[in-house]
């Protein structure tokens, strides 16, 4: 059974870099046919979809979060990360790793992972 | 501030039937198919129950459908168990310039 488990520093000071990595347990990230990636639910915005990566290099960003995101991939460890940099009390969320389908327009998260509490402050 | 509008709440009985609405725009629901539903309860993952409007992933009970009209998408519930209880959202692949895929708000069905 596929299983995503995030991890997280819990607390970061505003301007400074969010970082968040999924290891994934039960299957491959270089499986074909899937992406990788990060949705949030914060109390201004609800849930978001931040990013995805495939295991080749493909890499999706929301448009309004692009440029301060990057999103990589890791095989070797079977992860996948996720930064978020000049970060406010705006994207203080849950950030949730999933993996979906990669045909074009393919949002099925059929895999979330449990999330994890990031609350921006100083 | 939702993409998706979906009502907060839905109540039923048990045995009863509900549906729970998602309404978007022309720009996502009503000109996709890729519409999903996902069921959560508190402090778990979400779990996918519905994808591509209809179809339901394997393990996953047939009292849940899924059907689509214009831009509304509709998650049915027959049979409501008390299992049941949670929170229900939609998602959507949306064409608009500024997204990729867009949520509901969330629904808190109970089950009286």
């Known amino acids: 059974q596929l299983q995503l488990q995030e991890s997280g520093p819990g607390l970061v000071k505003p301007s400074e870099t969010l970082s968040v990595t999924c290891n994934v347990s039960?299957?491959?990230?270089?499986?074909?046919?899937?992406?990788w990636g990060w949705i949030r639910q914060t109390p201004g915005k609800g849930r978001e979809w931040i990013a995805s990566?495939?295991?080749?290099?493909?890499?999706e960003y929301n448009p309004s979060l692009k440029s301060r995101v990057t999103i990589s991939a890791d095989t070797s460890k079977n992860q996948f990360s996720l930064n978020l940099r000049s970060v406010t009390a705006a994207d203080t969320g849950i950030y949730y790793c999933?993996?979906?389908?990669?045909?074009?327009?393919?949002?099925?998260?059929?895999?979330w992972g449990q999330g994890t509490l990031i609350t921006v402050s100083s | 501030q939702s993409a998706l509008t979906q009502p907060a709440s839905v109540s039923g009985s048990p045995g009863q039937s509900i549906t729970i609405s998602c309404t978007g725009t022309?720009?996502?629901?009503?000109?996709?198919?890729?519409v999903s539903w996902y069921q959560q309860h508190p402090g778990k993952a979400p779990k996918l129950i519905i994808y591509e409007v209809i179809y339901r992933p394997s393990g996953v009970s047939n009292r849940f459908s899924g059907s689509k009209s214009g831009n509304t998408a509709s998650l049915t519930i027959s049979g409501l168990q008390s299992e049941d209880e949670g929170d229900y959202f939609c998602c959507s692949y949306t064409d608009s310039s500024t997204l990729e895929v867009v949520f509901g708000g969330g629904t808190k069905v109970t089950v009286l």
């Open positions: 999933v993996r979906h389908g990669k045909d074009h327009g393919d949002y099925t998260f059929d895999y």
């Open positions: 039960g299957g491959f990230i270089s499986s074909t046919g899937y992406y």
């Open positions: 022309s720009s996502d629901v009503g000109n996709y198919n890729y």
């Open positions: 990566v495939y295991y080749r290099g493909n890499k």
